[in-house]
Nanobody, 123 residues
C-alpha cells in the first residue's frame, strides 16, 4: 500500500506558476504509476497528467500540454507537478493518485489517492 499527501497549492495570478508536491509513504513508491487529477465543484474529477514508475514516460491532457510538467524523485518518494502560465480555468482541487500497471487516465483505475490541494488562479 501507499499513502499520499499533496502540498504546494495556493492562490496565484493568471500567468503565474505553482509547484505541487505529492509525498508518498512506503518502500515501493517506485513501483507505481503516478497521476495528477483535478476537480471543480459540480464536475467530475478529471485527468491531468501521469508518469511511469521510472519517470521515463509522461502523458498529459491536451489542455495542460506545454504548460505543466510532471516529474518524480523515487529516492525522495515524491512526485511533482510544475504548473506554468496558469489560467483561471486551472482553478481546482488537485489530487495525486497511484496505481500499479500501465498508464491509465480514468479515476476508476487508480486505487490510492491523496486528500487534495486547492489551486486558485485569479484573473
Amino acid at each position: 500500500q501507499v499513502q499520499l499527501v499533496e502540498s504546494g497549492g495556493g492562490l496565484v495570478q493568471a500567468g503565474g506558476s505553482l509547484r505541487l508536491s505529492c509525498a508518498a509513504s512506503g518502500r515501493t513508491f517506485s513501483s507505481y504509476v503516478m497521476g495528477w487529477f483535478r476537480q471543480t465543484p459540480g464536475k467530475e474529477r478529471e485527468f491531468v497528467a501521469a508518469i511511469s514508475w521510472s519517470g521515463g514516460s509522461t502523458y498529459y491532457t491536451r489542455s495542460v500540454t506545454g504548460r505543466f510538467t510532471i516529474s518524480r524523485d523515487n529516492a525522495k518518494n515524491t512526485m511533482y507537478l510544475q504548473m506554468n502560465s496558469l489560467k483561471p480555468e486551472d482553478t481546482a482541487v488537485y489530487y495525486c493518485a497511484a496505481r500499479l500497471g500501465a498508464f491509465r487516465t480514468s479515476t476508476d483505475d487508480y486505487g490510492y489517492w491523496g486528500q487534495g490541494s486547492q489551486v486558485t488562479v485569479s484573473s
